[in-house]
């Protein structure tokens, strides 16, 4: 075989190598799909969001506990972390940009966003829970809060070094104070990019179960007392997963169908977003 | 005038006051946790002896047995497992995507694949347990058993006859097909850096596809590449709902890759509600363990991406 020849069977080797891997990676991603969808529809009804758990010999109920409890989790810890979040980021991309203190939180944060979640998990445990001798609502809403303040730190950071200083400086040049010129001229232009972090960070912790599992635990009741046990879609997905009874598993199923499109929905509202002109 | 310049100075004041403050209390928190860590780790520690901590191959709280030597295994082992197959995988899809691929299809696929990372670990966790461990038990472990398990000397670690389903080896696929897409948006991103006309200048010297690709695109795309797959095993080492589903939770040494084990995600998953006293402790002292590995692999994944490429 002349060299040609085998430069060229290496060569359709290497496409067959890159055509197989990209086939593997598109198998599960759909196998993953169908599974989900096929399992998820058997108990996807009306029950599902307005029932809350029920004994196996009444029908199982429905997941209204677990998504109303997840959902109040979620939005308290955006309501809090979203606003400490880009304040943090101006100040890292403003106030304190050259300092030390300003890269160091920097540096931070970027490391933060790779830290398991079960490491923040078990850090809220041993701070609030174990002290305070219980679960709560309000045990998990911190533990998402801190998964949540590095991702909209960075994001923060990231957008406003994109801004133009030509436009900052103008706006100096106008006589506008700091605080306004970060307001009006350098938040309003990142604005777009900040939006796009968020509607992430968001949608990374909308779906977490380790961080959630020893702080707010879970409870089979439909309830708005965040300083006592609060049920959570994911860890019921967990535990529902264990129990002997078909229904729940249906239903476990069901709870990943809902938190998929979910998550994937809101994915796809970020990107439309981002490439929004 | 007097007046305005007055108001400005001091809404600058508070806003920098506010901004500050919400940045130190990120640090104070970061600083938290690794003291939190570090003083509810203290019991364990002062109970059992440093050393024995690490020599000590027995995880039996019951028996006031804390040696992190099983679940450390687990973890390395489940994220081994997962690197050797994501990593060619992933990289090939990127190529594919990037060199092969139908324009049409591409934005399909990239996106895709993107959304595969999106889907939260738990469904990963319940569709391997339910869905992939019986279809590996089935399919894949028959075909590793009778492939990998025929070599001489290590091939009984990659055969067994018992298919049990929740194994670490399911738990090493499940990492696996969750860091695909990671490894895969990582390598295309930095393909994408390669100028055209590099490439294409290779292509006019008669150069194959292959040859291209390992001359050229590879070694210009090898930092952005490298710093995504440490990346993708520091997410593989912290995973914790997908192993707590799959890998059946057995601190005991395992023979070959199909018997259940444990990490050390999966026993504070499976453990922490039931513990007390010391025990509690010996879980957290596992969390900063874990804390320690993935921030080492972080730092090395930053210093690989800070690095001057070579290219």
Redesign the interface.
């Known amino acids: 075989m002349s060299s040609l020849h085998l ?2 069977l ?2 359709f ?3 067959i ?6 086939s ?3 198998f ?2 759909l ?2 799909l169908y ?2 969808i096929k ?1 998820g529809l058997q108990a996807f009804n009306i029950a599902l969001f307005s029932e809350d758990f029920k004994p196996a010999f009444l029908g199982g109920g429905g997941l209204r506990h677990a998504l109303v409890g997840q959902f109040l989790m979620t939005i308290v810890a955006s309501i809090i972390g979203i ?3 880009i ?2 980021g ?3 991309a ?3 940009k050259g300092t030390r ?2 890269k ?2 920097s540096n ?5 966003i ?7 998990g ?2 809220i ?3 609030i829970v ?1 002290p305070f001798h219980g679960f709560s609502g309000w045990a998990g809403t911190i533990s998402l809060i ?1 998964l949540l ?2 991702i909209i ?1 960075r994001s923060t950071e990231e957008n406003i070094n994109q801004v133009s200083p030509l436009l900052r400086e103008t706006a100096y040049a106008l006589g506008a ?4 010129v ?1 307001k009006d001229v350098v938040l309003k232009s990142a604005k777009q990019g900040i939006i796009t972090g968020v509607i992430l960070a968001i ?1 990374r912790i ?5 961080p959630l ?2 702080t707010s ?1 879970n409870f089979s009741q439909l309830t708005f007392d965040m300083s006592n046990v609060i049920p959570s879609l ?1 860890i019921t ?2 535990d529902y ?1 264990n129990l002997p009874d078909q229904v729940y ?1 249906n239903l ?2 069901s709870g ?1 169908l809902l ?2 499109i979910v ?2 929905f809101i ?1 796809i509202l970020a ?1 439309y977003i981002f490439t929004k002109k | 005038m007097k007046h305005l310049i007055k108001k400005y100075n001091r809404n600058d004041k508070i806003s920098k006051i506010l901004t500050k403050g919400s940045g130190m209390l990120f640090l104070l928190i970061v600083i938290t946790l690794f003291a939190v860590l570090l003083i509810q780790s203290y019991p364990v520690i002062h109970h059992v002896g440093i050393l024995d901590l690490f020599t000590n191959s027995a995880w039996q709280p019951n028996h006031n047995h804390f040696g992190i030597i099983i679940p450390l295994t687990g973890t390395l082992l489940t994220t081994l497992i997962a690197g050797v197959i994501a990593i060619p995988v992933g990289i090939g899809t990127a190529l594919f995507i990037s060199e092969y691929c139908p324009f049409k299809i591409r934005a399909i696929l990239s996106i895709a694949i993107e959304l595969l990372a999106a889907i939260p670990s738990i469904v990963y966790g319940l569709w391997g347990y339910k869905s992939l461990a019986p279809f590996s038990a089935n399919y894949i472990q028959p075909l590793i058993t009778n492939t990998l398990g025929k070599l001489p000397f290590v091939g009984s670690f990659f055969s067994s006859a018992d298919a049990i389903g929740t194994s670490a080896f399911v738990a090493g696929l499940v990492l696996a097909i969750m860091i695909i897409p990671f490894i895969a948006s990582f390598t295309r991103d930095s393909l994408n850096q390669v100028p055209a006309v590099i490439r294409e200048s290779a292509f006019a010297l008669g150069a194959t596809h292959y040859e291209v690709v390992r001359d050229v695109m590879l070694p210009f795309a090898m930092r952005g590449l490298m710093t995504g797959i440490i990346m993708a095993i520091g997410r593989a080492l912290g995973e914790t709902m997908a192993v707590a589903y799959v890998i059946g939770n057995s601190p005991h040494w395992i023979n070959n890759i199909f018997q259940p084990f444990a990490t050390i995600t999966s026993t504070i998953t499976a453990e922490f509600k039931e513990a007390s006293g010391v025990h509690i402790s010996g879980l957290l002292f596992l969390a900063l363990i874990l804390l320690i590995v993935n921030t080492i692999t972080i730092l090395l994944a930053k210093r690989y991406a800070n690095k001057r490429s070579k290219v």
Do not use: H, Q
């Not at chain 1, 190598?17 to 990209?22: D, K, P, R, Y």
């Not at chain 1, 909308?206 to 380790?210: I, K, Q, S």
């Open positions: 430069r060229k290496k060569s080797i290497f496409l190598f890159c055509l197989v891997s990209a593997i990676a598109l599960f991603l196998f993953i599974e989900v399992n606003p400490l979040g304040a943090g101006i100040y890292v403003e106030y304190g203190t300003a160091l939180l931070i944060s970027d490391m933060a790779s830290v398991p979640s079960i490491i923040v078990t850090f445990f041993g701070l174990m801190i303040l590095p730190i104070p700091r605080y306004l970060i949608s909308a779906g977490e179960t380790a599992l020893f635990a994911t997905i967990y997963t598993l476990a199923w990943s938190v998929t998550i994937l994915n990107r």
